[in-house]
């Protein structure tokens, strides 16, 4: 095999290795340029110009395609439903909440039970931070500056 191959196998390899480390697929088409050029390499080993323009031209020609698959394999994050959805919500605390004994706290107009490992006073604004069974972990919330908007 013509070094010429080794050299353009060597480039599909970084290019792929790119491509797992990256969250698209752009150096997928480098690779698939490279392993094309080198393809070309093994037939016209002294081509240095027609195997650089191969490997631009293939890049090019399947940039449109790119597109393509990323919408394909992609999806779409499932919408959280009954009480998943409440957490990252932010509230306040109505009954006081003990680190033992758990208290309550409203959020959207509801009240749920609320554990907590720190205690909490009353009117104390609170974010959601898991669901276990029927209750809320809560924690304090940050300043209002930081809070995301209650939905």
């Known amino acids: 095999m013509p070094l010429m191959f080794w050299i353009w196998l060597a480039a599909m390899v970084i290019f792929l290795i790119f491509e797992i480390i990256s969250p698209s697929f752009f150096f997928a088409l480098f690779a698939v340029g490279g392993l094309v050029s080198g393809i070309f390499a093994i037939f016209y080993p002294d081509e240095h110009l027609w195997q650089v323009a191969i490997f631009i031209g293939v890049a090019l020609a399947l940039s449109p395609f790119s597109r393509m698959l990323a919408k394909r394999i992609t999806r779409e994050e ?14 306040r ?3 006081t909440i003990d680190p033992d004994t758990g208290g309550r706290v409203a959020i959207e107009g509801e009240e749920w039970a609320a554990i907590a490992d720190t205690p909490l006073a009353v009117d104390a604004r609170i974010q959601v931070v898991s669901v276990l069974g029927t209750r809320l972990r809560v924690e304090a919330a940050v300043s209002d500056d930081e809070l995301p908007p209650q939905r």
């Open 78 to 91: 499932p919408v959280k439903a009954n009480v998943d959805r409440l957490v990252g919500l932010t509230g």
């Open 93 to 95: 605390v109505v009954r």
